[in-house]
């Protein structure tokens, strides 16, 4: 009977198959490139929506708010943002700054007034400072008290211009009149180019359409972060950047 070769080497069982399956269920599939990519694109474009979000509510903010400031008894001249004409006449929204600085102007806080505003496109033969003027006059305010600042196409323009009457008339101080959504970055900019302690009066609109207007500052307000930047920068920035979202 023959024996056995005891140094043969015996073989190892085989795996179960059911083993065998786990262990290859077991290896992953390492992710392509391609699908990496793509999973670094969707979490930046994630990251933006959400600072896009974050900024629209801190811009909303200043905007529904606005500035609140206590009014000083009496300033130098009073400063009234210019808005559209209509036909040569104040449009309603216009006329709702107007009638607030003849408020403040008969309740004593200046006895002078800038109205600023340049030349719309929509086929006014008056600027906007003149038809303000013509609407102070009708409601009592003295021509002789009215400056008129006839060139600003933006609020930055208004400011700077109304800014450069005032060295002009030895005035200083001043209250700037406009509407609660458009106060925020009126002060911003009015503290920018070097007005002495602005201050101002803002009234909340009963007629404009304000989820247009809310929208349009957003992005002014947006645009004048911007200039602002290059501004402390010492980048010169034409004034005809400002025409654009300029109310």
Do not use: C
């Not at 007005?195 to 349009?216: A, N």
């Amino acid at each position: 009977m023959a024996k056995p070769d005891v140094n043969k080497k015996q073989s190892a069982p085989a795996a179960p198959a059911s083993r065998r399956k786990q262990v290859s269920k077991g290896k992953k599939k390492a992710p392509s490139k391609l699908y990496r990519s793509f999973v670094r694109f969707f979490q930046l474009v994630v990251g933006a929506f959400i600072l896009l979000v974050a900024w629209i509510v801190f811009i909303q903010w200043k905007v529904q708010f606005g500035v609140q400031q206590p009014l000083p008894k009496q300033v130098d001249v009073g400063i009234v943002l210019g808005a559209s004409l209509r036909q040569d006449t104040p449009s309603p929204g216009l006329q709702e700054r107007l009638d607030l600085a003849v408020d403040l102007y008969r309740q004593g806080r200046f006895k002078q007034v800038i109205v600023s505003g340049g030349l719309d496109h929509n086929g006014s033969k008056l600027t906007e400072a003149e038809g303000m003027r013509n609407y102070l006059v009708s409601k009592g305010v003295p021509e002789k008290q009215i400056l008129l600042e006839p060139r600003a196409t933006s609020t930055y323009e208004n400011l700077l211009f109304s800014k450069q009457i005032m060295q002009e008339n030895g005035l200083v101080s001043s209250i700037i009149v406009t509407h609660r959504y458009h106060s925020a970055r009126s002060l911003d900019i009015a503290e920018t180019i070097g007005l002495q302690q602005p201050v101002v009066s803002s009234i909340r609109s009963e007629v404009l359409f304000m989820p247009y207007h809310d929208t349009r500052e957003t992005l002014a307000y947006t645009k004048w972060y911007g200039t602002k930047l290059l501004l402390k920068l010492g980048i010169p920035v034409s004034e005809a950047a400002f025409s654009h979202f300029g109310e």
